[in-house]
């Protein structure tokens, strides 16, 4: 049994406790929310700093509809550890619904933080919803990096692996409306690269320099797009094509 002076990272994990969470979490899945809200009340009756229990009976109260009160219990338990990640995670999933975006960044970025090296599946899981929230914002090409290491931590994610389907072009990059077009972002962006590389730059001193640099990229294009021979390699075989391809930017 603990008290509030037992540090959250002590919680004796009884058989009973265990049996009793498990029990919860089964009347949750059947839609039994009040039943699985009671059993959470009683178990946080004995084990007063349970994060876990704590973030699940917010977890149900938020399914029920009172999110002042889930609020209120992912708050307790980030006040007694302000780094555990599934409050951290949740906190996210509520400012989410509430379509406070930057903040669901932010407490997704942390929760993925925060989480233990081996818990692949949940950082999984964590960046899913990072890419979701990330894609909405219009941060198309940071959402299909969260997605694309989250189907590294778990391969078998069936969301994850629909939304990079759907999303994410040869190149690793958000699709175009015409696959010619995912051919033509790559050519672009690896000129551009090549371009910052070979003068020694970090990036673009200016607008002005960008648009240059692109109208170039893009006036040799069409030439390039008549060519057969890149067209039947693979993507690594064809940004080598693009990289070996002759631009001359003037200085």
Not at 114 to 132: F, I, Q, T, V, W
Not at 144 to 170: E, F, G, S, T
Not at 171 to 200: I, T
Request: one cysteine or more; charged letters at 30%.
């Amino acid at each position: 049994m603990t008290d509030e002076t037992t540090p959250a990272n002590d919680i004796p994990q009884s058989d009973e406790r265990t049996a009793l969470l498990q029990e919860a979490l089964d009347f949750f899945t059947k839609g039994m929310l009040d039943e699985a809200r009671q059993q959470a009340e009683d178990i946080l009756a004995v084990y007063t700093k349970d994060l876990q229990v704590m973030t699940f009976l917010a977890i149900i109260l938020d399914t029920q509809g009172d999110r002042a009160g889930a609020e209120e219990w992912i708050d307790k338990a980030l006040k007694i550890d302000p780094n555990y990640a599934e409050a951290l995670y949740y906190s996210g999933v509520f400012a989410a619904k509430d379509e406070q975006n930057q903040r669901a960044v932010e407490q997704f970025t942390l929760a993925i933080d925060n989480l233990p090296k081996d818990a692949r599946k949940e950082r999984s899981e964590y960046r899913c919803s990072l890419g979701a929230i990330l894609w909405n914002m219009e941060r198309s090409q940071e959402a299909i990096d969260a997605w694309r290491k989250a189907a590294a931590d778990n391969p078998d994610h069936p969301l994850v692996k629909q939304y990079l389907d759907k999303c994410m072009n040869m190149y690793g990059h958000p699709k175009a409306d015409l696959p010619e077009l995912d051919d033509l972002g790559a050519f672009q962006k690896v000129k551009m690269d090549q371009y910052l590389r070979e003068r020694g730059l970090r990036q673009f001193q200016d607008t002005g320099q960008i648009d240059r640099v692109a109208d170039i990229v893009l006036e040799t294009w069409p030439a390039l797009s008549r060519e057969t021979d890149w067209q039947q390699l693979d993507v690594q075989g064809r940004l080598e094509y693009f990289r070996a391809y002759p631009i001359n930017f003037p200085d």
